[in-house]
T-cell receptor
Framework: DAKTTQPNSMESNEEEPVHLPCNHSTISGTDYIHWYRQLPSQGPEYVIHGLTSNVNNRMASLAIAEDRKSSTLILHRATLRDAAVYYCILRGFTSGTYKYIFGTGTRLKVLA | DGGITQSPKYLFRKEGQNVTLSCEQNLNHDAMYWYRQDPGQGLRLIYYSQIVNDFQKGDIAEGYSVSREKKESFPLTVTSAQKNPTAFYLC?????????????FGPGTRLTVT
């Protein structure tokens, strides 16, 4: 099965950009890269997703490496509300079934 | 307001009892999912359903059962066969089961079995 690897934790100062990395060296050609974030005792919240090209939305940007073996979630100006666990997930269709594979995520701490 | 509701927020049961967790969505989504999360861990897929009256096992389906009789509802039963049922359970839905669709999550149910 495809897997994702993320650093356990990262820190950022408020109002500075944050780059959250994710390695997914076993990604297959049809797997989408999704990012979610989760606050304590809440359900995850969708952030962004992409397949091959870089993506932007109101929350963040997603930069995908040319070989698709890694990606980076970019928060352009971190705020205290961005402190959460960020999950990089591969979403694919394998052996006749759809799969969502969540890793253990990166805990982002934002310093005021 | 459109969204996913899970009830109750906290649930306590004695060992050996079956318990059913509720999940309802009014987003008109075809696909629904159940995940389990243990402390400090990521999510693991229990069951998912891409359409009414159809569902598939996820990575950790043993000891759990589901039904999908209505589009908006996807209840999860934790049976007495589940060896370690205490966990945070999350329900999600997406427009379709395809890989390009984002999931919307409910607030979760924290189940404690003693």
């Amino acid at each position: 099965d495809a897997k994702t690897t993320q650093p356990n934790s990262m820190e950022s100062n408020e109002e500075e950009p944050v780059h959250l990395p994710c390695n997914h060296s076993t990604i297959s050609g049809t797997d989408y890269i999704h990012w979610y974030r989760q606050l304590p005792s809440q359900g995850p919240e969708y952030v962004i997703h992409g397949l091959t090209s870089n993506v932007n939305n109101r929350m963040a940007s997603l930069a995908i490496a040319e070989d698709r073996k890694s990606s980076t979630l970019i928060l352009h100006r971190a705020t205290l509300r961005d402190a959460a666990v960020y999950y990089c997930i591969l979403r694919g269709f394998t052996s006749g079934t759809y799969k969502y594979i969540f890793g253990t995520g990166t805990r982002l701490k934002v310093l005021a | 307001d459109g969204g996913i509701t899970q009830s109750p927020k906290y649930l306590f049961r004695k060992e050996g009892q079956n318990v059913t967790l509720s999940c309802e969505q009014n987003l008109n989504h075809d696909a629904m999912y159940w995940y389990r999360q243990d402390p400090g861990q990521g999510l693991r897929l229990i069951y998912y359903s891409q359409i009414v009256n159809d569902f598939q096992k996820g990575d950790i389906a043993e000891g759990y059962s589901v039904s999908r009789e209505k589009k908006e509802s996807f209840p999860l039963t934790v049976t007495s066969a589940q060896k370690n049922p205490t966990a945070f359970y999350l329900c999600a839905s997406s427009m379709s089961g395809g890989s390009s669709y984002e999931q919307y999550f409910g607030p979760g149910t924290r189940l404690t079995v003693t």
